[in-house]
T-cell receptor
Framework: GAGVSQSPSNKVTEKGKDVELRCDPISGHTALYWYRQSLGQGLEFLIYFQGNSAPDKSGLPSDRFSAERTGGSVSTLTIQRTQQEDSAVYLC?????????????FGPGTRLTVL | DAKTTQPPSMDCAEGRAANLPCNHSTISGNEYVYWYRQIHSQGPQYIIHGLKNNETNEMASLIITEDRKSSTLILPHATLRDTAVYYC??????????FGTGTSLTVIP
């Protein structure tokens, strides 16, 4: 079946512009996670959606970052007034159960480059 | 969630067992140990997880010490395709996953 998909695969933007990154989780998965990975670094947790509960936004690095998940499915990560330090690969993952007991399934990521 | 400590890099000969250690000395009783790996330019891939008993699946075995302060991921017959960064994570169900910098495993022909 279809896995987690993300779009665009690559995004180049100018400093100060806003960007939107999209994640389509696996159908029926109730948990959705966003991470970012800077070059040569591990994954940094950003935000976690679990069913209809309020999202865990504790990993968002600044108020320029926001995310929403519409209808419990597709999620959009928005970065406003992008900065060069925002350049990274942004990864989305979904999980079939609310507690995330089981494995997360990761998408291929969106590579964001801020010039 | 408890932090984990892993060696930054390891080598393993092709066909031999790869044993990747992880220390999680501050793990609490309700935290599970997860292992993921990330092959270059791909998203992370789940390998295995466990609480206190040793676990085995088609990919690997997970050995957790009796005091649960450390664990070892075993790839029984490493292949070149197992070259990746391996992440050890401890986590309470329902919480987010905190990935560290992992161990970069290189399988040598």
């Amino acid at each position: 079946g279809a896995g987690v998909s993300q779009s665009p695969s690559n995004k180049v933007t100018e400093k100060g512009k806003d960007v939107e990154l999209r994640c389509d989780p696996i159908s029926g998965h109730t948990a959705l996670y966003w991470y970012r990975q800077s070059l040569g670094q591990g994954l940094e947790f950003l935000i976690y959606f679990q069913g209809n509960s309020a999202p865990d936004k504790s990993g968002l690095p600044s108020d320029r970052f926001s995310a929403e998940r519409t209808g419990g499915s597709v999620s959009t990560l928005t970065i406003q007034r992008t900065q060069q330090e925002d350049s990274a690969v942004y990864l989305c993952a979904s999980s079939p159960d609310p507690a995330g007991m089981y494995t997360q399934y990761f998408g291929p990521g969106t590579r964001l480059t801020v010039l | 969630d408890a932090k984990t400590t892993q060696p930054p890099s390891m080598d393993c000969a092709e066909g031999r067992a790869a044993n990747l250690p992880c220390n999680h000395s501050t793990i609490s009783g309700n935290e599970y140990v997860y292992w993921y790996r990330q092959i270059h330019s791909q998203g992370p891939q789940y390998i295995i997880h466990g609480l206190k008993n040793n676990e085995t699946n088609e990919m690997a075995s997970l050995i957790i010490t009796e005091d649960r302060k450390s664990s070892t991921l075993i790839l029984p017959h490493a292949t070149l395709r197992d070259t990746a960064v391996y992440y050890c994570i401890v986590r309470v169900f329902g919480n987010q996953f905190y990935f560290g910098t992992g161990t970069s495993l290189t399988v040598i022909p």
